[in-house]
């Protein structure tokens, strides 16, 4: 499984952007999230949403951002609004996804990243 993630970029503070992250072919998805690394400090969990369409999210974000998936849930987007200098990252997606039945074995898959930099 490969994930793709797209939709950075240079945005003024106050500025929205719409990253999102497509994963080749046909994926049976458990979870598909969203984490981000500022230089010097650890990756952290944005948001993410279950194949039952629970979400959960950084305190730091919530009010701000959104997630969402298609109906395939092969596809994850992160709505950011209201964008601050502190939300400045790399953005990564991942998926946990089916790999086998019986027993059922899941497996997590990342995409590449996108960066975000908010100017104040």
């Known amino acids: 499984v490969q994930l793709q993630a797209s939709g950075g970029g240079l945005v003024q503070a106050g500025g929205s952007l719409r990253p999102s992250c497509v994963a080749s072919?046909?994926?049976?998805?458990?979870?598909m999230g969203w984490y981000r690394q500022a230089p010097g400090k650890q990756r952290e969990l944005v948001a993410d949403i279950t194949s039952g369409g629970s979400t959960q999210y950084a305190d730091s974000v919530k009010g701000r951002f959104t997630i969402s998936t298609n109906s395939a849930m092969n596809a994850v987007y992160l709505q950011m609004n209201s964008l601050k200098p502190e939300d400045s990252a790399v953005y990564f997606c991942?998926?946990?996804?089916?790999?086998?039945?019986?027993?059922?074995?899941?497996?997590?898959?990342w995409g590449q990243g996108t960066l975000v930099t908010v100017s104040s």
């Open positions: 991942n998926a946990k996804v089916v790999v086998g039945t019986l027993p059922a074995r899941t497996s997590t898959f």
């Open positions: 072919g046909s994926i049976l998805s458990v979870n």
